[in-house]
């Protein structure tokens, strides 16, 4: 039998056992465990879990971005409907969720860089976008915080309809269990006080990342994870982005150095 490699060192490290293509990330974790295969990379690699150190961070699922009223974006609707399955599935295993959402307050519009306030402000900067789509379909870009109409809100402001979750997350959402985080940025790690940087702790060492947009919000976060340390795990089939070709390089980067599955929580 071959001898299993270590990658990392003392409690922090992971195991690799060749003869059998897998991965154990557990950090020899209290039972149980749950194991996957990927779908990115070397073909029959498998990943092990610790179930109690996993948190599923599911990533601007939210009205704005995947209701019809909002986006003409049926890939992220798609995506959302595979994801309220694995959030029950995940819950049902003992993983804990996490919703991370853009929810902005009057404090963020004023401190947030103009570079973010361009991305949301594309009617504005080319005011003809607004004549391309059906009234109240893709109206969305008038700046953050705008009035959107139609009783949608505050562009991405905390509590406003179309900064709520799409209604299966909504559905699949445990409000006695699931963590709830805002975001001000693409990242919700892009400063160490951020919401979600308090709720993890150091009560977590694997991440699964499903949600929108898999080259952008998805990314950044999972980058920055990677960055602090933890084990990343993007939910291949759970995301989806708009970019052409972006889910699927975003899929191939990210598994050169960590782990990409399919929809295996099902």
Known sequence: MTSPL?????????????????YDISRDAISPYFSFATTQGDPGTTV?????????VVVDMQNFFLHPRCNDYPEGREAAER??????????????????????????LGAMP??????????????KEDGKKPEG????????????????????????WNAELYEPLLKAADGSQDIYCNKNRMSGLWMDN??????LKDEFTTLLFAGVNTDQCVLGTLVDA???????VMLEDCCATKTPGGKE??????????????????
């Open 6 to 22: 270590t990658l990392g060192f003392l409690d922090d490290a992971w195991v690799y056992y060749r003869d059998k293509e897998l």
């Open 48 to 56: 092990l879990i610790g179930l109690r150190l996993t948190a599923l």
């Open 83 to 108: 994801t309220a399955e694995v959030v029950d599935r995940a819950r049902r295993l003992g993983i804990q969720i996490i919703f991370l959402n853009w929810g902005l307050t009057d404090f963020d």
């Open 114 to 127: 103009p570079a973010v306030h361009r991305s949301f402000s594309s009617q504005l900067i080319n005011p």
């Open 137 to 160: 379909i893709g109206q969305t870009r008038r700046g953050l915080g705008s009035d959107m109409g139609s009783g949608r809100g505050g562009l991405l402001m905390a509590k406003s």
């Open 194 to 199: 951020t919401p979600l940087s308090k709720a």
């Open 226 to 232: 990677y960055n602090r340390g933890y084990d990343c």
């Open 249 to 266: 390089v975003t899929a191939q980067n990210v598994s050169a150095s960590l782990s990409t599955i399919s929809f295996v929580l099902h």
